[in-house]
């Protein structure tokens, strides 16, 4: 707003303008780094987007792409499972990992899915199955993109071990 007189800025709405380039300047606030809390201690994403349990990266690292998600922790037996979602862009929008918490530590299954990010998860007793379609990015035609959206592929998570359709994921 101006004076209509001096044709200068109020001090209002100087304040106003310096909030604005303030916020402009900064950018927005630091994105707070997820965790959860499992019965061994805590998983949680740092700033740099590195997978920690107890404050430590987890072996065999687990980095982001663009960021990290982590399911709540599904209690089998004597673990804790998590998945984690690795949020990419539009060339491959997700790869997943389950996260197994032990007493005796943490054990990471190969990364896995067909980087799509339309997924279900189902626990059936001691197991833990993700599906989702195939997944062809904005580069590839049309008519593989469709044929990969009516594909259906199954990760099931079972003990320690990782199949798709059946057949051990490596």
Known sequence: MTNSRTGKCTSRCCLLISLVLVACVTGAPAQE????????????????GVL????????????????????????????????VTDNGGTAC????????????????TPSFGTCSDLIKIKRSGDSISVSMPGYQGPAESKQAQRRAARERHVFNYHAGALTENGKPVK
């Open 33 to 48: 780094p997820n965790a959860v809390a499992t019965r061994f201690g805590a998983l949680s994403v740092s700033e740099a």
């Open 93 to 108: 929008p997700a790869l997943y990992y389950f996260v197994t918490v032990t007493t005796s530590g943490v054990r990471v």
């Open 52 to 83: 920690l349990f107890q404050s430590v990266p987890v072996r065999p690292t687990i980095e982001a792409n663009n960021s990290l998600d982590l399911s709540q922790p599904y209690q089998i037996g004597a673990s804790d499972v998590v998945l």
